[in-house]
């Protein structure tokens, strides 16, 4: 037995004995107890020394780590990290193109992963036998991706254009193919542009109710092609208003001719550690509700599409 617990046995029966002194009877109490033994409880109780090593010892400080069981987009698409991300999976409906095939850059926020599988399903179902080619989303972690200015916060995601040969069957590449305005491949003569599959991925990602795109990076080629065929297909008119305002060309960076750069926004439970819009040290990221329908409204659509 420790000094510290055979100190509190003592303590703590001399203290019953002189708070409850005639618990029984007076004359039982005192002949239980010798005077030999009364003084030895006394000189227990007043020389036995403090063991404070043995005290049990104070409750630590909380910490301030930031704990949460959910996962978490932080900071800035260029300049932030992700927590406790989601990996994308291959599967009947989702490839990854192998020039972009790195393990550990298919990590996002679970309803952006979770978007592209509901995306992938649909128009596998609905448009005939196909299979989304992803390219990057973020690291594990987060944080700075080889060859992005973004993909930092686990919300973008590079999708390869949806392709068909002249038969009109689907076609498939190891790298991203680049497309002009006639929908013909740039460097692959056999290719042609999926009016019909690259407008039902638009559609369906603006259509999902349980994560929102705020922009998606496009060339301005493919975007005027997507937006004919929206038209084409008597897309509803809501629908088509927001294509025009999420299909932008980026600045900054390449025109992106050959993949769609998606990005959903901020979970509207992670405001204040989630940052919608990229960080610029040098100019004000202006965002598409701040713009105006005149001529310098243009300068701040291509600051509002700053890849980042």
């Not at 703590?12 to 005192?30: E, G, I, K, M």
């Not at 596998?124 to 060859?147: A, F, I, Y």
Request: aromatic fraction near 6%.
């Amino acid at each position: 037995m420790g000094i510290g617990a055979g100190r509190y046995i003592v303590c703590n029966r001399f203290a019953q004995f002189l708070a409850h002194p005639f618990r029984t009877s007076y004359r039982t109490r005192v002949r239980s107890i010798s005077p030999v033994r009364t003084i030895a409880l006394a000189a227990a109780v007043l020389l036995v020394p403090v063991d404070v090593a043995s005290a049990p010892p104070a409750p630590a400080a909380p910490t301030a780590l930031f704990r949460t069981p959910h996962a978490l987009s932080v900071g800035a698409p260029n300049a932030g990290s992700l927590v406790r991300g989601s990996k994308l999976e291959t599967s009947d409906h989702i490839r990854v193109v192998p020039d972009w095939n790195h393990p550990d850059y298919r990590w996002g926020l679970p309803e952006l992963v979770q978007m592209l599988q509901r995306a992938a399903h649909h128009i596998h179902e609905k448009h005939g036998p196909c299979r989304m080619s992803v390219g990057d989303l973020s690291c594990r972690e987060g944080g700075s991706l080889r060859k992005h200015r973004s993909h930092q916060s686990g919300r973008d995601v590079d999708i390869a254009f949806y392709m068909v040969d002249r038969k009109g069957k689907p076609l498939y590449h190891s790298s991203f193919v680049a497309f002009g305005a006639d929908g013909r491949a740039i460097n692959h003569p056999e290719a042609r542009f999926d009016d019909t599959r690259n407008w039902a991925l638009v559609a369906t990602l603006l259509s999902d109710p349980k994560a929102r795109v705020q922009q998606i990076f496009v060339s301005n080629d493919v975007r005027k092609r997507l937006l004919i065929e929206a038209e084409r297909q008597q897309a509803p008119r809501r629908l088509r208003l927001e294509a025009a305002r999420v299909l932008i060309q980026p600045s900054g960076s390449s025109a992106h001719a050959d993949h769609f750069h998606v990005r959903i926004a901020c979970p509207p439970n992670q405001r204040g550690a989630c940052e919608s819009w990229p960080r610029s040290p040098t100019r004000e990221i202006v965002t598409p509700d701040q713009q105006k329908p005149n001529k310098s409204a243009r300068g701040k659509r291509r600051r509002a599409g700053t890849e980042g």
